[in-house]
């Protein structure tokens, strides 16, 4: 995570994109009188939606809680794909 003022990231603003975009980096910009921003990559913003979404309700987490224990202790059945 790499956190810039406002003058830095302005800037260097193509780089700190590129970043964001190459590296999966984090940007905090830092403003003087406002609130801070974060900067990331869309990818990333989505997949914390995803999370969001999928443990938003205790039955789902319930449900994902046990699977895992289910892995753990190899309570599960290996299948092979049929390929095309």
Same mark, same amino acid.
């Given at each position: +995570?790499? %956190? $810039?003022?406002?003058?830095?990231?302005?800037?260097?603003?193509?780089?700190? $994109?590129?970043? *964001?975009?190459?590296?999966?980096?984090?940007? &905090? =910009?830092?403003?003087?009188?406002?609130?801070? =921003?974060? *900067? +990331?990559? $869309?990818?990333?913003?989505?997949? &914390?939606?995803?999370?969001?979404? %999928?443990?938003?309700? =205790?039955?789902?987490?319930?449900?994902?809680?046990?699977?895992? =224990?289910? +892995?753990?202790?190899?309570?599960?059945?290996?299948?092979? $794909? &049929?390929?095309?």
């Amino acid at each position: +995570m790499e %956190v $810039l003022n406002y003058t830095e990231f302005r800037k260097s603003l193509t780089k700190s $994109l590129n970043k *964001v975009t190459d590296d999966a980096e984090i940007v &905090i =910009v830092s403003r003087s009188k406002g609130k801070n =921003v974060v *900067v +990331m990559a $869309l990818e990333e913003y989505n997949a &914390i939606q995803e999370t969001l979404h %999928v443990t938003k309700t =205790v039955a789902n987490r319930k449900r994902l809680d046990d699977a895992l =224990v289910e +892995m753990e202790n190899g309570d599960f059945v290996t299948q092979t $794909l &049929i390929e095309k």
